[in-house]
């Protein structure tokens, strides 16, 4: 079964995307001073017979190779399919294969990936082996489970999943819940920030945006485990399209945590009347030894943004 994903992907990856011309490279401001960087992308809702999305994905995947400083670490943060597709997945993992120079590709999961919907026939264990398969099949990053933790230049990167079909909400086992306790208790000792990854905000985060679309009835439980150890974690979350705005929109603050909603990067980001709408847009995010700077860009279109947010740490 992995010989013909790799073979659908190559063959998908030729003809569903045409690339545009050079891509321009780009280097973070304050290079000298930079730890690392990674980048992080949410909800590209990738679809078999949607031309938009596949330049999406593959004029996005260009735009990072042609950084000057590599990412150490690409993150996609669910619904990175629409229906959790074999044919959805092929295109997305072939676009990856050919243009994607980032080593280290971490892959969430989202209500799309793993939950049945209107076009996917599988149930939650098929999707979820399938969503096991294909990141084994192309990617270093090999996982068993759903939800994962790795170290990159000493810092956590925590991967958090939904272990059934909990519709647009998340369902955290007792296994993931105590999972999630011994990693934050050993990232403690590092000293370092920890950067925590969900397709799914906690209920009282960003609350004024489809309140159906968070935790749901354990986020009061997780948001407790949270604050349990002195980590200053950096919560990135995806699924409520809520664009950006002027004002601080899509981040908030409370004590040692940084929740940071990023924008749906394949579909028009029209809830919570944001000021900027587009498709295409991603986050930058780079340490340094006192901060955390994040910067908005749309990859697709290879621009920056003007939205740029920095956290000490």
């Known amino acids: 079964m992995s010989v013909l994903y790799k ?3 190559v063959v998908l990856a030729v003809f569903v995307f045409s690339p545009s011309g050079e891509v321009a490279s780009y280097a973070p401001p304050a290079q000298e001073e930079m730890q690392f960087s990674f980048t992080v992308l949410s909800d590209g809702h990738m679809e078999g ?25 690409l993150v996609m943060l669910g619904d990175n399919t629409m229906n959790g597709q074999v044919f959805e997945n092929a295109i997305l993992y072939g676009l990856l294969r050919k243009y994607n120079t980032v080593d280290t590709v971490l892959m969430a999961v989202g209500n799309h ?6 076009h996917n026939r599988g149930d939650y264990d098929k999707l979820r082996e399938r969503f096991i398969r294909f990141n084994n099949t192309f990617l270093e990053n090999q996982i068993d489970e759903l939800y994962y933790a790795r170290v990159i230049e000493g810092c956590y990167f925590i991967v958090l999943a939904s272990d ?18 011994g990693v934050l208790k050993e990232a403690e000792t590092s ?3 920890v950067f925590l990854f969900s397709h799914w905000p906690l209920n009282h985060v960003f ?3 489809w309140q159906e679309g968070h935790v749901g009835e ?17 919560f990135f979350t995806g699924h409520l399209h809520m664009g950006l705005r002027e004002d601080g929109y899509g981040v908030f603050e409370e004590g040692q945590i940084t929740y940071i909603n990023v924008p749906s990067f394949g579909s028009e980001n029209t809830n919570g009347n944001a000021d900027v709408q587009d498709t295409g847009m991603g986050l930058q995010t780079e340490v340094y030894a006192d901060k955390v700077v994040v910067r908005v860009r749309n990859f697709a279109a290879h621009t920056w943004t003007a939205y740029t947010y920095s956290f000490s740490y």
Not at 113 to 118: Q, R, S, T, V
């Open 7 to 9: 073979i659908l992907a």
């Open 49 to 73: 017979n949607s031309a938009e999305k596949h330049t999406l994905y593959g004029e996005g995947f260009r735009d990072m190779a042609s950084a000057e400083v590599q990412s150490r670490a």
């Open 191 to 193: 000293g370092k920030p």
């Open 218 to 234: 354990q986020s009061d439980e997780l948001h407790a485990l949270l604050q349990k150890y002195d980590n200053r974690i950096f």
């Open 164 to 181: 059934c079909d909990a519709g647009v909400a998340q369902y955290i086992s007792p296994e993931q819940f105590e999972w999630l306790n």
């Open 207 to 209: 609350s004024e945006v």
């Open 113 to 118: 990936d793993i939950c049945p919907g209107k």
